[in-house]
């Protein structure tokens, strides 16, 4: 071997050595960061009976969930505008101090819990399989995005939608984690395929894969490899709930969430904090339960939390609260996208000083037999709503009309990336479907238990009618005999 190449194969090893030794070295850092935060996570957890209703509520909403619709048809229903903290989805103006605060709803992860009272909050969340929590993000990215190509070019929309947001005091979809990264990015993106449509001459495309219209929208297949979807979507739903995502309160996150990213392994320490948080949690939902998850949070919850609000004897506008609710599920889509991240502060200004509902008529009117008859009248309009914009929001980029149909048109490879990508959210969302059976178990348990106070109660009834019947006879056969002994006695004399 000549000399040269001696020499170059000793560089090669060296480099690899130091590379192997920098690995290492990089891990063992790694390890330690995320250690330390988990022992810290999981010591910072209160125990006690986390199912039982605290004073707050917080909502962690997981993007693309169907958090929504929970929220508006139904942790809404119950607590009304008045009692909603204001500006939930405002991490800058957050302000959980407000008087009466007892709901907190927002995309916000766990770490907002610093900024709350620990030891007198309790939280919910709904899970959704990671493969269609990942579809549900691409289609909403584009679809919001797509929304701007009215415009004539990107900078037309940018600058206007500047302004209509300094007009206005709420928070828009563009102000919320994830989408005030995913949207905008995604719509330069269209706004850079539809001039090169237009370089091309391309007036139409004809495609039958909705996720693969490369002219028209970033292919599904592109989109989850892209620096910001690694960072926002993938395993969202565990560093959302481990309070680790890149709009984290927690100055640790970065490092931490950068270190999983980069070592898988260390992904286990996440997992067990995550794991921890669902089991503290006082409900865990199913997004593809919706409607079971619904019945079964108005069962498990809807009392206790009837229960809260009919005791708090100094609460006002209660006369008030459900009749805005009811407006709200009537909106429009835009207006209810805009209402729903100003967290109803005009709600609250509505209904602050109106009169003190009787108490008694708050545990009449609330019922769980109530709430979830006004839940199954919302669903549908809302829905509805949401539908007829996503349509016509997709127009502008027709072929790309997002189906369930058309989800089973995506290879094979796809599907196996994004699992891949989305490791522990898949092993998440396994863990939330034993943590429901067992709710539903409790559900049962609870129903049977108040079915057979019912028939107690009713078998009391009978048993004192007919105590009152019997009495009732014998005292009228105790009064005949009196009278037929007087008539006897008036005979003989």
Same mark, same amino acid.
């Given at each position: 071997?000549?000399?040269?190449?001696?020499?170059?194969?000793?560089?090669?090893?060296?480099? #690899?050595?130091?590379?192997?030794?920098?690995?290492?070295?990089?891990?063992?850092?790694?390890?330690?960061?995320?250690?330390?935060?988990?022992?810290?996570?999981?010591?910072?957890?209160?125990?006690?009976?986390?199912?039982?209703?605290?004073?707050?509520?917080?909502?962690?909403?997981?993007?693309?969930?169907?958090?929504?619709?929970?929220?508006?048809?139904?942790? !809404?229903?119950?607590?009304?505008?008045?009692?909603?903290?204001?500006?939930?989805?405002?991490?800058?103006?957050?302000?959980?101090?407000?008087?009466?605060?007892?709901?907190?709803?927002?995309?916000?992860?766990?770490?907002?819990?610093?900024?709350?009272?620990?030891?007198?909050?309790?939280?919910?969340?709904?899970?959704?399989?990671?493969?269609?929590?990942?579809?549900?993000?691409?289609?909403?990215?584009?679809?919001?995005?797509?929304?701007?190509?009215?415009?004539?070019?990107?900078?037309? #929309?940018?600058?206007?939608?500047?302004?209509?947001?300094?007009?206005? !005091?709420?928070?828009?979809?563009?102000?919320?984690?994830?989408?005030?990264?995913?949207?905008?990015?995604?719509?330069?993106?269209?706004?850079?395929?539809?001039?090169?449509?237009?370089?091309?001459?391309?007036?139409?495309?004809?495609?039958?894969?909705?996720?693969?219209?490369?002219?028209?929208?970033?292919?599904?297949?592109?989109?989850?490899?892209?620096?910001?979807?690694?960072?926002?979507?993938?395993?969202?739903?565990?560093?959302?709930?481990?309070?680790?995502?890149?709009?984290?309160?927690?100055?640790?996150?970065?490092?931490?969430?950068?270190?999983?990213?980069?070592?898988?392994?260390?992904?286990?320490?996440?997992?067990?904090?995550?794991?921890?948080?669902?089991?503290?949690?006082?409900?865990?939902?199913?997004?593809?339960?919706?409607?079971?998850?619904? !019945?079964?949070?108005?069962?498990?919850?809807?009392?206790?939390?009837?229960?809260?609000? #009919?005791?708090?004897?100094?609460?006002?506008?209660?006369?008030?609260?459900?009749?805005?609710?009811?407006?709200?599920?009537?909106?429009?889509?835009?207006?209810?996208?805009?209402?729903?991240?100003?967290?109803?502060?005009?709600?609250?200004?509505?209904?602050?000083?109106?009169?003190?509902?009787?108490?008694?008529?708050?545990?009449?009117?609330?019922?769980?037999?109530?709430?979830?008859?006004?839940?199954?009248?919302?669903?549908?309009?809302?829905?509805?709503?949401?539908?007829?914009?996503?349509?016509?929001?997709?127009?502008?980029?027709?072929?790309?009309?997002?189906?369930?149909?058309?989800?089973?048109?995506?290879?094979?490879?796809?599907?196996?990336?994004?699992?891949?990508?989305?490791?522990?959210?898949?092993?998440?969302?396994?863990?939330?479907?034993?943590?429901?059976?067992?709710?539903?178990?409790?559900?049962?348990?609870?129903?049977?238990?108040?079915?057979?106070?019912?028939?107690?109660?009713?078998?009391?009834?009978?048993?004192?009618?007919?105590?009152?019947?019997?009495?009732?006879?014998? #005292?009228?056969?105790?009064?005949?005999?009196?009278?037929?002994?007087?008539?006897?006695?008036?005979?003989?004399?």
């Amino acid at each position: 071997m000549v000399p040269t190449l001696k020499f170059a194969v000793f560089l090669l090893a060296l480099f #690899a050595f130091v590379d192997a030794s920098s690995a290492e070295k990089d891990f063992v850092q790694c390890e330690k960061i995320v250690r330390e935060w988990a022992r810290s996570a999981l010591e910072e957890e209160i125990e006690g009976d986390g199912h039982t209703l605290r004073d707050l509520l917080f909502f962690l909403h997981v993007p693309r969930t169907g958090g929504r619709t929970y929220f508006h048809c139904l942790v !809404k229903k119950v607590y009304g505008a008045a009692l909603e903290c204001p500006r939930s989805y405002d991490k800058l103006r957050f302000d959980p101090r407000k008087p009466k605060c007892r709901l907190v709803a927002t995309h916000d992860d766990y770490s907002i819990m610093s900024m709350l009272p620990r030891e007198k909050t309790s939280v919910m969340t709904v899970l959704r399989h990671p493969v269609d929590r990942v579809f549900s993000a691409y289609e909403f990215s584009v679809e919001v995005a797509s929304r701007f190509l009215v415009h004539p070019n990107l900078t037309s #929309a940018t600058e206007l939608t500047k302004r209509i947001r300094a007009k206005h !005091k709420g928070v828009s979809t563009l102000d919320i984690w994830p989408w005030k990264y995913l949207v905008p990015w995604m719509r330069e993106d269209l706004f850079a395929r539809r001039d090169a449509r237009k370089m091309k001459g391309l007036s139409y495309v004809n495609s039958n894969d909705s996720y693969n219209v490369e002219e028209m929208a970033m292919p599904l297949h592109q989109f989850i490899n892209e620096p910001v979807v690694l960072d926002t979507v993938h395993n969202g739903a565990t560093f959302q709930v481990a309070g680790l995502t890149n709009n984290s309160y927690l100055a640790e996150a970065h490092d931490v969430r950068h270190c999983v990213q980069k070592f898988t392994i260390l992904g286990e320490h996440v997992l067990q904090v995550a794991q921890k948080r669902l089991d503290n949690m006082l409900f865990v939902g199913l997004t593809e339960k919706h409607r079971e998850s619904a !019945k079964m949070f108005v069962n498990v919850v809807g009392p206790q939390v009837i229960s809260q609000i #009919a005791s708090d004897s100094s609460m006002e506008g209660l006369s008030k609260i459900k009749s805005v609710t009811e407006q709200n599920s009537l909106l429009s889509d835009s207006e209810l996208d805009s209402n729903y991240h100003q967290d109803g502060t005009s709600d609250q200004k509505t209904t602050e000083n109106v009169s003190t509902e009787n108490l008694e008529g708050i545990k009449k009117n609330m019922t769980v037999e109530k709430i979830m008859e006004e839940y199954k009248a919302c669903i549908s309009p809302l829905r509805n709503s949401q539908s007829v914009r996503r349509t016509n929001s997709l127009r502008e980029i027709s072929p790309a009309n997002f189906s369930k149909e058309a989800r089973l048109l995506v290879p094979e490879a796809v599907l196996q990336q994004i699992r891949s990508l989305n490791s522990l959210d898949l092993r998440l969302f396994k863990y939330a479907e034993g943590i429901y059976a067992k709710q539903n178990e409790r559900m049962h348990e609870l129903v049977t238990t108040e079915e057979l106070k019912s028939v107690s109660s009713d078998s009391h009834g009978i048993r004192l009618w007919q105590a009152t019947v019997l009495a009732t006879c014998f #005292a009228f056969f105790i009064l005949l005999c009196v009278n037929a002994r007087r008539r006897r006695s008036k005979l003989k004399i």
